[in-house]
């Protein structure tokens, strides 16, 4: 089994910045593509970012020029900093990494972590 566990996540004002954190751990031999999605309210999860095992990104165009995503291999763990936020930026943020948890699984599998809030006041 594989665990996501975030943090990071919290209130902030219109403007301001936060960094989210998700570290992967469990049975692990490698992590292809991580990602961070978000879902609002009454919404569906959307996609906001990802980056793969060679650090190709891609953002949701909402988010370019404000969000970076990054991973630290060594520590199977995503990060994404998020700057110049904005009230429609609020919602439960999940993070999601395909793994392969064996050297002869041949398929990756994804997992999800637990959500972590953001809140952008105006």
């Known amino acids: 089994q594989v665990q996501l566990v975030e943090s990071g996540g919290g209130l902030v004002q219109a403007g301001g910045s936060l960094r989210l954190s998700c570290a992967a751990s469990?049975?692990?031999?490698?992590?292809?593509?991580m990602g961070w999605y978000r879902q609002a309210p009454g919404q569906q999860r959307q996609l906001v970012a990802i980056i793969n095992s060679g650090g190709t990104t891609n953002y949701v165009d909402s988010v370019k020029g404000r969000f970076t995503i990054s991973r630290d291999h060594a520590k199977n763990t995503v990060y994404l900093q998020m700057n110049s936020l904005k009230p429609a930026d609020t919602a439960v943020y999940y993070c999601?990494?395909?793994?392969?948890?064996?050297?002869?699984?041949?398929?990756?599998?994804?997992?999800w972590g637990q959500g972590t809030q953001v809140s952008v006041s105006s």
């Open positions: 999601q990494a395909s793994v392969r948890s064996r050297w002869d699984d041949r398929d990756y599998r994804d997992y």
């Open positions: 469990g049975s692990i031999f490698s992590i292809n593509v």
